[in-house]
């Protein structure tokens, strides 16, 4: 099933997407209490919203080989978190705006999990049950703020830096699908999420060791090699196999 959140008439509401048609829910997917009511619109009537409200959102680094050996450092023993601002999420069709031309500021495809009920200290073998779904992300990553700082938040945070959506899929085998991101039209990353060091299993179990997942919060789960700089009037389009695409454009 593909959710998605959206305004219509100054109002955020809650959807569900199919057969290229959204019918209203009554209420928030995440909460677990919404159903379908009798309306419905096309996608093209409404704005299209970050498909969650995130609380919190979690990145993790070099977590596909091939993208550790392109920025030149080892492979990670267990998955390398960072935390990342709420506050730099978009959805699909916002702009992208960098706040300097004077940094490399590079485009990330990456397989994002949404989070469904409240996760503390999860096993291997339950924590997909603890996940509401999938959607596509983009971590814009200003390098020379990375590089200077020696961690990630600063450089991963500034407004716009993190696209998401524009659905939820909850139906998918999160380990083995296919993520790619086109520049402009030429494709730039390709890979499969088969390739993640560490599985979507293996990121939960880890995080929650740590810290407590609630609902709707958002990890993002590493990107395959080929990142490469963004420039003013790109557009940027990340398409994850069973969920859908995600297209943004830095703004001019």
Request: aromatic share 6%; with cysteine; proline share 6%.
């Given at each position: 099933?593909?959710?998605?959140?959206?305004k219509?008439?100054g109002d955020v509401?809650?959807?569900?997407?199919e057969d290229d048609r959204?019918?209203?829910?009554?209420g928030?997917?995440?909460?677990g209490?919404?159903e379908k009511?009798?309306?419905t619109?096309g996608l093209?009537?409404?704005?299209i919203?970050p498909?969650?409200?995130?609380?919190q959102?979690?990145?993790i680094?070099?977590?596909?080989?091939?993208?550790?050996?392109e920025?030149?450092?080892?492979?990670?023993d267990?998955?390398m978190m960072f935390?990342v601002?709420?506050s730099?999420v978009?959805?699909e069709?916002?702009?992208?705006?960098?706040p300097?031309?004077?940094?490399?500021?590079?485009y990330?495809?990456?397989?994002?999990i949404v989070?469904?009920k409240?996760?503390?200290d999860?096993s291997?073998?339950?924590a997909l049950s603890y996940?509401?779904g999938y959607?596509c992300g983009?971590?814009?990553s200003?390098?020379h703020?990375?590089?200077?700082?020696?961690?990630y938040?600063?450089?991963k945070s500034?407004?716009?830096?993190?696209p998401?959506?524009?659905?939820?899929e909850t139906?998918?085998?999160p380990?083995?699908?296919?993520i790619?991101?086109t520049?402009?039209?030429?494709?730039?990353?390709e890979?499969r999420t088969s390739?993640?060091?560490?599985?979507v299993?293996?990121?939960?179990?880890?995080?929650t060791a740590v810290?407590?997942?609630?609902?709707?919060?958002?990890?993002?789960?590493g990107t395959?090699?080929?990142?490469g700089?963004?420039?003013?009037?790109d557009?940027?389009e990340?398409?994850i196999e069973?969920i859908?695409?995600?297209t943004n454009h830095?703004?001019?």
């Amino acid at each position: 099933m593909k959710y998605l959140r959206y305004k219509k008439d100054g109002d955020v509401c809650f959807g569900v997407l199919e057969d290229d048609r959204v019918t209203k829910l009554d209420g928030n997917y995440i909460e677990g209490t919404a159903e379908k009511t009798s309306v419905t619109l096309g996608l093209e009537e409404a704005t299209i919203l970050p498909p969650v409200d995130a609380g919190q959102v979690i990145g993790i680094g070099l977590n596909y080989a091939l993208h550790a050996e392109e920025q030149g450092k080892p492979l990670p023993d267990e998955p390398m978190m960072f935390m990342v601002s709420p506050s730099s999420v978009i959805g699909e069709g916002e702009e992208i705006v960098l706040p300097t031309l004077d940094h490399r500021i590079d485009y990330e495809a990456e397989l994002a999990i949404v989070i469904g009920k409240e996760a503390k200290d999860l096993s291997r073998e339950n924590a997909l049950s603890y996940v509401f779904g999938y959607t596509c992300g983009n971590d814009v990553s200003d390098r020379h703020l990375q590089k200077k700082d020696g961690q990630y938040t600063r450089a991963k945070s500034y407004a716009t830096f993190k696209p998401l959506g524009p659905v939820i899929e909850t139906e998918l085998n999160p380990n083995d699908v296919g993520i790619s991101l086109t520049l402009n039209g030429e494709t730039k990353q390709e890979s499969r999420t088969s390739d993640l060091i560490h599985t979507v299993e293996d990121v939960l179990m880890e995080i929650t060791a740590v810290m407590t997942l609630k609902p709707g919060d958002v990890i993002l789960t590493g990107t395959p090699s080929g990142v490469g700089p963004l420039s003013p009037g790109d557009q940027v389009e990340v398409e994850i196999e069973g969920i859908g695409k995600l297209t943004n454009h830095v703004q001019k």
